[in-house]
């Protein structure tokens, strides 16, 4: 149960940085490996968003 | 294209083409306007076509000059950025995924109304996260802690800014070595005094985990607090665990109590201004940041933590021989801090001596500053509180508004002391100490010698700033740094006290 | 409950298998079905002639003078005016027409076959450069052009094809996309490799069959000068084959892409035969000298079935001599290709991209992931000048706009999620 969490403390992190950019440059600086994603909030409203996402789960 | 574009830039140049010849390109100059009749260019050739409204005379000239930027830009094209990586950037969570499919963490710092479902996609994803943002509703805060618990990952925060895994620093952290000690934290700051301070004393730090602020709370129970002390306690790479914050709800506290004392690790409750006490099996309860890292660091030797502990407060009472020699001052103490631990260990420290400080963020309700930035008698100022912090950036990043603290407070004539810490390490502001010292000057040529500046600087000379080099710009203006947040709260109070 | 991957892996499959040769050609009256006299096909969704563009009805003009139906553009004008012409959109009729797209009784058309799945396709003859009637010119050049098209490059190349199919070695569309890739072409704006292959492919075949050296000459040069000729039966390859994946209960994968110059319409394969549409972009493009942004028309053309089928914009990385040609570099159309990638089902089978270490195109837009990652589809495309007669103002890169999507999304939900 513990076991993703210990991967993280044993692997060392691997991120995904989602916002501010300079965390992923600080990142990188460390020699750590990183990807920044470009994140916007959905062109979907929050209505759509949910019901595509319980579309998303009967299916698969 | 982007050679005629710069053309135009030109004083007197309406249109400018430049172009192949060949059929095609005849056709679509000709419709902008361009008699090539003349003309009898080949596929081969370029032909440079630039229009003008200037008068007969000064026609040639231009044509002259345009043919003699053309050729110029053709040999240096303008706007020619080099490839400098452009590291692509993911829409989509499936698409970081898919740049790094060994991903473990996500690192979360969009706006709060946002962030919890993001926060939720990546824990659906498998991926453990940090919260960096704040104003997460707390229902949403159980809501993907419970998720994570479930699946065995961890959630750092909402509100966590600080972190650190095998060493590397995410988020505002200080870029010290890895050792034999971790850390849970309830508080950014906090974990980043102790991190220094074991670091000060030749001792690393592997993990420092930080829950968030509420995490610790009865509505939040501590979840992610219990499952970090677990992880770590259960890690064979860890020697000494320390756990930090201000003091949880009290049954959250009991119960870290008995994991910690379970788990059979050395370990340091740091509960700042706590009222628990009393060391036993192993377990030691301390009260202040820098306490819990001399512990924790003569633990991590194989020494004598009560030992530690009693050398440490011997230490600060020779600060009183310091306040002397830099000169009792009348009046009040103006703390202005950027770190909220910092802030809260000051007024503890800073009360035993001079009695009740005010603040927005009080010991006591009663104590609350009316208005953030009207300082009344004794008081000290977080400046990452929400009220500074909606719309502009930390004040470890932007160190302005502290600066023109400075200098207000030095305008009043019943301020003795100004108080302030210095936080560097990745994610803060690249030269605070500079940013401060304009503040400092003003004050000084409005003051005098009547205030004494103290501060502290939360940080290494690994760190982007290089803390001696910060500590020399401070010096020499004057201010007195001290070797950490409680010395200087204790070295500020005491020139004051009496 | 609908398994959407499956389906959507089925539509993809469909796509991705077809196979699309050049079987043929003829006129569009006898060959096109559905196709009636006084009826102009056009690109795009449905239009009337109120809403329609200047470029569209520059083109309408056109044909109509093409056709004897009107003397003069403003004869063409008054009888398109008046109701006397039926409008409908290629796509209604298995065909597909670059920018204004216009598609009269009398000009000839390519049919090309899916030999996977049977169904066929058919685009007319790609005019060239400058004025011509896709860009919404109506000069009596146009018209000239028009007609020696109708008299003599269709016949020289009808009886070239017939004897290809003859000997049982139709050009193969697909074949001709996919080497194309790989030298320089994305196959939307640049198509330059995509038409020499075409005409090494061809050429023995007109000669064996042209009894007219003169004609013969003339023909090749025809295409010789025009860098975009494939484009059209590389359009035609794209709607054998997007058509193919059309109609999979529960896929959320996008068979149409299509702007008539005011709007943009989509269809979905498990969403029937509703459009889903929205205002058009205006592209913010590289202009040719004289012009501005002003006189840009709208977002135009069914050229759009090329991203729609794997290609085009979505192939940028393929070209970086486009993207270089407004200001971005290599990389920058690396990226573009990266990203469209996290809006599509998969990777093509046999479009791929050298500069990505020959990773698949991305292939088969989701409307799903559309909504979700507010990533629209990015198009590689020519701009026409919104007033009719004036032609082509620039070229560049142009997004999607995100409605037509939503709105498909919305409704794939009512559909699907049964509530």
Not at chain 2, 225 to 247: H, I, M, R, W, Y
Not at chain 2, 476 to 491: F, K, Q, T, Y
Request: charged residues 25%; negative net charge; hydrophobic residues 40%.
């Amino acid at each position: 149960m513990t076991m993703s969490m210990t991967k993280l403390l044993k692997e060392g992190p691997k991120v995904v940085n989602i916002g501010v950019e300079q965390f992923y440059a600080d990142l990188k600086t460390q020699k750590a490996e990183a990807v920044s994603m470009d994140w916007k909030p959905s062109a979907a409203g929050g209505d759509l968003l949910a019901r595509l996402k319980k579309l998303r789960k009967g299916g698969n | 294209m982007l050679v005629a574009k710069e053309l135009l830039k030109t004083e007197g140049v309406s249109v400018a083409s430049l172009s192949m010849g060949t059929e095609a390109n005849y056709k679509i100059m000709g419709s902008g306007g361009f008699d090539l009749g003349g003309v009898d260019a080949t596929p081969n050739d370029l032909i440079i076509a630039v229009k003008t409204d200037a008068p007969e005379g000064e026609r040639e000239a231009l044509l002259e000059g345009a043919l003699e930027k053309a050729k110029e830009y053709l040999a240096n094209p303008p706007g020619r950025k080099a490839d400098s990586g452009g590291d692509y950037r993911p829409k989509s969570l499936d698409g970081a995924l898919s740049v790094l499919p060994g991903a473990n963490l996500a690192l979360i710092s969009v706006a709060g109304k946002y962030a919890g479902d993001v926060a939720m996609d990546c824990i659906g994803k498998g991926l453990n996260v940090m919260l960096y943002s704040d104003n997460v509703p707390v229902e949403k805060e159980v809501e993907i802690k419970k998720a994570a618990a479930e699946k065995g990952l961890l959630v750092m925060g909402p509100d966590c800014g600080t972190i650190i895994v095998r060493g590397v620093a995410l988020g505002m952290a200080n870029a010290c070595p890895p050792g034999p000690v971790s850390i849970v934290a309830a508080a950014g700051t906090g974990l980043q005094e102790v991190h220094v301070q074991l670091a000060r004393r030749g001792v690393g730090v592997l993990h420092g985990i930080g829950t968030g602020g509420r995490d610790v709370r009865r509505e939040v129970g501590g979840i992610m607090c219990l499952q970090a002390v677990n992880a770590l306690l259960a890690d064979d790479e860890v020697e000494v665990l320390t756990v930090l914050g201000k003091p949880p709800a009290p049954e959250v506290e009991q119960k870290i109590l008995q994991t910690v004392k379970a788990g059979k690790k050395p370990a340091v409750l740091g509960f700042i201004g706590g009222e628990a006490k009393g060391d036993s099996d192993g377990v030691f309860i301390c009260r202040e940041l820098e306490e819990t890292a001399a512990v924790a660091a003569a633990l991590a030797k194989g020494e004598d933590g009560a030992r530690a502990r009693e050398n440490l407060f011997r230490d600060y009472e020779s600060l009183r021989q310091r306040a002397e020699t830099i000169g009792r001052r009348k009046g009040f103490l103006r703390g202005l801090y950027s770190g909220g631990t910092l802030c809260y260990e000051g007024q503890l420290i800073a009360r035993d001596i001079l009695g009740p400080i005010r603040s927005n963020t009080p010991l006591e309700k009663e104590m609350k500053l009316e208005d953030s930035l009207r300082s009344e008698q004794h008081s000290m100022v977080d400046y990452g509180e929400d009220e500074f912090t909606q719309g502009r950036l930390h004040p470890m990043i932007d160190v302005s508004l502290r600066a023109e603290r400075i200098y207000e407070e030095a305008k009043d004539p019943e301020v003795g002391v100004i108080l302030f810490d210095v936080v560097l390490g990745y994610g803060c502001n690249d030269n605070p100490a500079a940013g401060l010292a304009e503040g400092i000057r003003k004050a000084q040529s409005a003051a005098g010698d009547r205030i004494a500046f103290v501060a502290s600087i939360c940080g290494v000379d690994t760190d982007p700033q290089n803390a001696s080099e910060q500590r020399r710009i401070l010096e020499e203006l004057g201010v007195h740094v001290c070797e950490s947040n409680a010395r200087a709260a204790r070295l500020a109070a005491m020139i004051l006290e009496g | 409950m609908i398994d959407i991957e499956k389906a959507n892996g089925e539509a993809l499959s469909r796509l991705l298998s077809a196979q699309p040769l050049l079987v043929g050609m003829g006129k569009a009256k006898d060959t096109v079905p559905g196709m009636k006299d006084r009826m102009l096909l056009h690109a795009g969704p449905p239009l009337t002639w109120e809403t329609a563009s200047g470029p569209i009805r520059g083109g309408v003009m056109a044909a109509c003078m093409y056709e004897g139906w009107a003397d003069t553009p403003e004869e063409a004008e008054k009888l398109a005016a008046g109701g006397a012409i039926t409008f409908d959109p290629c796509h209604h009729h298995h065909a597909v027409g670059p920018m204004a797209g216009i598609v009269s009784p009398s000009m000839p058309v390519f049919v090309l076959e899916n030999r996977t799945a049977g169904n066929t396709s058919y685009v007319t003859m790609n005019e060239g450069l400058g004025k011509v009637l896709r860009m919404g010119a109506f000069a009596p050049e146009v018209i000239e052009r028009l007609r020696w098209m109708e008299k003599v490059l269709y016949p020289v190349l009808d009886a070239g094809i017939r004897l290809s199919v003859e000997r049982g070695q139709e050009v193969d569309v697909k074949n001709i996309v996919a080497q194309a890739l790989h030298m320089g072409d994305e196959l939307h704006n640049r198509n330059k490799a995509g038409t020499s292959l075409f005409l090494r492919a061809i050429a023995p075949f007109l000669v064996e069959t042209c009894r007219n050296a003169a004609d013969l000459a003339e023909v090749i040069r025809f295409i010789d000068k025009n860098d975009h000729f494939f484009l059209n039966l590389a359009m035609a390859a794209g709607k054998a084959s997007t058509e193919a994946a059309h109609g999979v209960e529960g896929s959320s994968l996008v068979t149409i892409m299509a702007r008539n110059g005011t709007e943009f319409g989509i269809k979905v394969s498990g969403l029937g035969d509703d459009w889903f549409t929205c205002q058009a972009a205006l592209p913010d493009v590289l202009l040719f000298p004289g012009f501005t942004r002003e006189d840009t028309n709208r977002d135009i053309g069914d050229s759009a079935i090329m991203e729609t089928y794997g290609v085009g914009g979505f192939a940028l990385a393929a070209a970086p001599a486009i993207v270089q040609f407004i200001g971005g570099t290599p990389k920058d159309a690396a990226n573009y290709t990266l990203e469209m990638y996290e809006i599509t089902g998969g990777e093509n089978n046999m479009f791929t991209i050298p500069a990505l270490n020959f990773r698949g195109t991305p292939t088969g837009i989701d409307i799903l992931k559309v909504a979700e990652t507010g990533v629209t589809p990015v198009l590689d495309t020519g701009a026409a000048h919104r007033e009719p007669g004036k032609g082509q103002v620039g070229a560049g890169i142009v997004r999607m706009p995100a409605e037509a999507f939503l709105k498909a999304a919305g409704a794939f939900a009512d559909r699907y999620l049964g509530e």
